[in-house]
């Protein structure tokens, strides 16, 4: 049996903190915004969150290659960084769909028949919460507390809130709101 010294695990060091890695790593687009958003807020009390919602805000998503300079900017860790995105169903680490639905999963809504709407959206999105549909037209996500507790059951379709919302309802809005967008994709002036 050969003894030899282990190894520090960087993820759980110092080491990870270490500015010089920066020089190793690529700077894509997703990664110079993170930075620039990460240097704007760096000195804020309690600045990650904030950051991460910013990021989620202007790219849609916080990719991967966005956690290496919000963890420097702020001196944490690449897995302290990585582990608040994962935490929190908010932050997506993909691009959402082009029309996001959020159905609400907390006690009120879940009495007033939320688990038989989920069904229902599930089947007629084709996709499972935490999910974008195979043509990227829709995610599906869960909400816990939308507000709208005495109108349960309550959904956000592109952050619009919408209370009372049977299966059929849920049908309409959605054929309401692609609708909306054809009519806008229409208005909008020819790109060449």
Do not use: W
């Not at 520090?8 to 687009?29: E, F, K, Q």
């Not at 620039?36 to 990719?63: F, K, M, S, W």
């Amino acid at each position: 049996m050969r003894i030899g010294k282990a190894k520090p695990d960087l993820a759980s060091t110092a080491g990870a903190r270490d500015s010089s890695a920066s020089a190793t790593s690529s700077c894509t687009p997703a990664a110079a915004t993170a930075a620039r958003i990460a240097a704007a807020h760096r000195d804020t009390p309690g600045a990650l969150l904030p950051i991460l919602h910013a990021v989620q805000d202007e790219l849609g998503c916080i990719p991967p290659d966005a956690v290496e300079p919000i963890a420097q900017a702020l001196n944490l860790s690449r897995a302290e960084v990585h582990g608040v995105i994962t935490f929190y169903p908010h932050f997506r680490q993909v691009p959402a769909g082009r029309r996001v639905v959020a159905v609400c999963q907390a006690e009120s809504c879940q009495a007033m028949g939320s688990e038989v709407l989920s069904s229902h959206i599930r089947a007629r999105l084709g996709c499972d919460f935490h999910a974008t549909a195979a043509d990227g037209s829709v995610t599906l996500e869960p909400a816990y507390c939308l507000g709208l507790c005495a109108m349960s059951p309550a959904i956000t379709i592109d952050g619009h809130p919408y209370a009372r919302v049977t299966p059929d309802r849920f049908d309409q809005l959605m054929q309401q709101a692609d609708t909306l967008s054809t009519e806008a994709d229409a208005q909008r002036p020819v790109q060449q």
